[in-house]
């Protein structure tokens, strides 16, 4: 199945023109932010806050980190890889000023295939805006006040992989200075990334930088996560636009503002059901104006109405959402993350047994309540796949929902 959803030809949402493309779809005052996947120019570090795939986790909390055993597949047993980390600050509670969900995935697909619900991890972690880590954000407008002294808390950081960056509480039993979460990431590091050669020898910068790569290799590809807000697509703003002048410098020329469709030939046939899976072509439209993203982050925020994800097919929806465990309130959707994130995260997609999905949906405590003595609090991720029916959409069917769409507007 291929990932690159704007160029997918089964369905022909590909050659609707953006006229279609508007009027099929409506865009609320709550737009979406779009994440986009892009190498990282400087180092995505703890104390730049950064979203991100892939990677070593850039922990928020540098003093207290996850440790193998909380992010170890259920399926096969060993230590998932760090998929996303998205940095998510909120005005409410104060204790949520830094806010930070990492989603962890095993990284064989047969684990997934066998029984996703094993093998994938969400976690929240929060701090507010005093806190002994990190300076508070100078907010004033004077760029020449002087920021307070911040002298951050003096700890001993914990011990990472140098794989994965979970936990390292194992060593190497030869040197005693390398750090594994796992036996599992000890044996790969010894056999396949040159440890065993290294050993208890002084590494070169240059060989330094050949074991980097191939421990990296381990684990997903790291990009950073850049945002934007949904629009309309620039074929459809540009479109808006050259109307608006038109009209501008045509004042007596009648305009035509109907979102009504005309339809032509057997598409103007009354036709009351459409035998396919409208939810796929809705997805298929919307992300077909920004193909490139990755993140759909939809927060439901203060006085916002419920959101509801972008669904990939009508069924298989979650019935309900567990509570926070820690709060017992309710959870909300707060990101998806798209199939096209699978082409950045350096997976082989030919394989038989590869990674896939079709959407990933996130849903997280609506109060962002306290951790208290916790850093970490478990959350709630969803994986729906591409239906066979949306998959077999053609240029009738999408010419159907367009008419529907249509009538209700």
């Not at 509670?93 to 619900?117: I, L, S």
């Not at 794989?163 to 599992?184: P, Q, W």
């Not at 035998?275 to 006085?303: K, T």
Request: hydrophobic share 30%; aromatic share 10%; charged share 30%.
């Amino acid at each position: 199945m291929s990932n690159k959803l704007g160029n997918d030809t089964d369905s022909d949402v590909s050659e609707l023109d953006p006229k279609e493309l508007s009027q099929a779809l409506s865009f609320d005052k709550y737009a979406p932010q779009l994440g986009y996947a892009e190498d990282p120019e400087t180092p995505l570090t703890a104390e730049t806050f950064p979203s991100k795939s892939g990677g070593k986790p850039a922990w928020l909390n540098p003093e207290t980190i996850l440790a193998a055993e909380q992010v170890t597949c259920e399926n096969c047993e060993q230590p998932m890889s760090l998929l996303l980390q998205l940095y998510t600050p909120e005005d409410q509670p104060a204790e949520a000023f830094h806010r930070a969900v990492y989603v962890f995935c095993c990284k064989k697909g047969g684990c997934v295939k066998q029984d996703w619900t094993r093998s994938f991890k969400v976690f929240r972690s929060q701090l507010p805006r005093e806190n002994p880590y990190y300076p508070p954000p100078n907010e004033s407008d004077d760029e020449e006040e002087e920021e307070e002294e911040f002298t951050p808390k003096s700890f001993k950081a914990p011990v990472q992989c140098v794989i994965c960056g979970l936990g390292g509480a194992k060593a190497c039993g030869k040197c005693g200075k390398t750090a594994y979460c796992s036996r599992e990431h000890q044996m790969a590091d010894w056999n396949m990334c040159r440890h065993k050669e290294f050993c208890n020898k002084h590494i070169s910068e240059q060989d330094q930088e050949v074991i980097d790569k191939l421990r990296a290799a381990r684990i997903f590809t790291e990009k950073e996560i850049v945002s934007e807000p949904e629009g309309k697509g620039e074929d459809l703003e540009e479109e808006e636009s050259q109307a608006e002048f038109f009209k501008e410098n045509n004042p007596d020329e009648p305009s035509s503002d109907s979102k009504a469709l005309v339809l032509a030939g057997d598409e103007a046939e009354e036709d009351t059901k459409v035998d396919v899976d409208d939810v796929f072509l809705q997805f298929q439209l919307r992300i077909q104006l920004y193909p490139d993203q990755v993140i759909r982050y939809d927060r439901v925020e203060y006085d916002m109405p419920t959101r509801e994800p972008l669904w990939v097919q009508q069924n298989y929806k979650p019935a309900s959402i567990p509570a926070c465990e820690l709060c017992n309130g309710p959870r909300t959707f707060e990101f998806q993350i798209l199939s096209t994130l699978l082409n950045y995260l350096g997976v082989n997609h030919i394989a038989a047994d590869s990674l896939d999905w079709g959407s990933l949906f996130v849903y997280t405590c609506k109060q962002n309540c306290t951790l208290g003595k916790e850093v970490f609090a478990e959350e709630v991720l969803w994986k729906q796949d591409f239906s066979a029916d949306g998959m077999q959409l053609g240029p009738k069917e999408a010419a159907m929902l367009r008419r529907k769409n249509a009538a209700k507007q």
